[in-house]
């Protein structure tokens, strides 16, 4: 069977999350979670879903762009594909026109993991396995074979990552049976967003210390006042030994950053995530040497745009913390190449998620770190946001506040039609009633 | 009279450059020159043109990120935006749904520079002057208070950046009244383009060297033979005394970059241009750090995406040469703050120009820079590309190699309107016969 994929289709998926506040933060005070998802079709019957995060406005434009992409991929059969997935990723992200419009970054570079998230996902289907394993499963040659080295030679090279990647088969298989008995440990991110009250806050804090969760995240950064009062509040509530991290998501300088992060030192927490601008790698290097002497470690990610952003992150020792995200970064070849480059430098990753299928996503990315690269849990945790799962066909499964490993084959980002259809903007169900009050 | 803006329009213009070579390199090998083009109307009559470039594929995105912004501008009156410039520009570049799709990269900025020069351009005919001289006789409180200055505090504050501009006013009637009668130094990428043959070069620098030219751009990366050739011959043609440069256009590691350009070292360019990522500050700087004992400098800007980006180019001495662009920065105001960084740190501004428009918009702030900020010529000129000037209502003057300087009120990017209609993509005339081929 060739597998061609004979078909894609893009729709711009939106929900409604800025009615309740949920996802606000001091840079994003009204998000509306949404997807541009992408359905490839292949000849054989089979299905690809991948999908790209947004916050609701624009998404329109991502449509366009994977649109405009829809031309490389359609046509082509699956094997052609991964048989040179190098190659591949090269075409979508080197055309000689549309580079001009990043380069790999900003909106061509979301559309672009929409699409090989979509690839991935018929790959893993096609295989019969979750993706988190179809990686474990797969040879080193091949992993590397996935991963563009332009622009990053100068710090890990094919060879090298092939050799990082053989190091680590040792304990391989018993590290994947400890995930599947235990999970990965999560974090959560649910219980204080900054558009929620005290009282919202206190109960959040409570149900989910019953849960079993021992580490939460705050959001601050819009007024140092109420950020002192909300991190001592958290901090009350979770105690001395239980992990608190902070984030500013980019709300300030760098000398702002550091003399506000100081004033919240005595709340002891883990990391400051986005103290300033994601593409500020000096400006966190600065930070980052400020606050060592406190212990607080910082963290970015989640719209560092590319794996030329992460080697300097890495290289100028600007990062405690790195956090890959699953639809900004191109994908799992690009995300390879960020884990990879982590693990030579021994900065542990924690990924961002939330959102909405960023969750289902980046699962298997860190799975696949545990088992086949970093070996290692230490100060290793993955974000966990409790929202829009119910919307998926094979939504996360939480056990004990840790990931538990998926099986369905795939890489977890179908969502059920019938949410589709109700939040497809603007003439679902869902819109077509808010846009009429 | 309010001068209220009361539309926008946004059209998809190509003009179909790749039939002949025009503008190509090592990684942009069928550029077909385009821009997404922006009319304001406002209400007493007055418009505003705006553009920004791209290389065809892929401008309907920027069109549809345009549509996307529409809603900040239309409805506002002119003086309420320029009387808050920095907050109407915070206003376009920090939506809390929209700038998750760069922040401040990629389509999204590159939408958001098409309005903006659209808005200065009305500004500037409101006010009956041409840009450079609205620039120019504006006072610099009002200069700074036109850019934000969030992310860059740490190199550049709004204080500093006044007193830069109050100890450059002393010479600058005088600057103005050489810029008038010399006009600014201008070098030329037209003749070696990396489509052409040797046949053409030579021929186009027999030509250029008769028109007075006398600095010479030469794009290399594809095949290290060939670029030794055609070096060869140029140096040849235009003699030891001349000036060539030699530019990359991102082609090679940072590695990569050190040994090729070391073989070429032999034909004196004066600087290698965009030798990587545009995206890898510490990459430029290991690179910069390896070519000075041959006295050759680094360049590159044209996609550099953002003040935070040239902030850290400049602090890690990783450019010799800073080469703004007037769409790929959102227009004046960003351009602004990247001029007074790059004279703080006493490194030249050699903007990038040619594609379609961008000679006629750069002219207008490389004019501001040597009357009003930088206050010299050293090692400083401006790109010039022979290629579709016909197209615009007041195309630029070139005299004996240099810009002069514009009369015309406004920002210089109105174009002519049968040339919109005609190459307006895919329904104009020009694309209605190469489509139907």
Redesign the interface.
Known sequence: MSRKIVGLTVRDVRFPTSLEQHGSDA??????YSAAYVVLDSDCGLRGFGLTF?????T???V??IE?LAGLVVGKCLQEIVGDFRGFYRLLT?????????????????ATAAVLNAVWDLWARAEGKPLWKLLVDMDPKTLVSCIDF?????VLTEEEALKLLMNAQEGKQQREAEMLSEGYPAYTTSCAWIGYSDQQLRQLCTDALASGWTKFKVKVGADLQDDTRRCGLVRQMIGPDNILMIDAN?RW????AISWVKSLAQFKPLWIEEP????????HA?ISKALAPLGIGVASGE?C??R??F??FL??SALQFIQIDSCRLASVNENLAVLLMAHKFRVPVCPHAGGVGLCELVQHLILFDYICVSASLNNRMCEYVDHLHEHFTSPVMIRDAHYMPPKDPGYSCEMLETSVQRHHFPDGDVWKRLLKK
Chains 1, 2 share one sequence.
């Open positions: 840079m994003h005070t009204d998000p509306d947004t916050l609701g406005k624009g329109e434009i991502v366009s762009a405009a080197s055309d000689g026109q549309m580079r001009w419009l990043g380069p790999e970054k900003g909106v061509i570079h979301l332009r622009y990053i030679t100068d980019q300088d760098v000398d702002e300033t601008s994601p593409d500020d790698i000096l400006g600065a719209q745009h590319n030329v952003m080697k300097q290289q100028a």
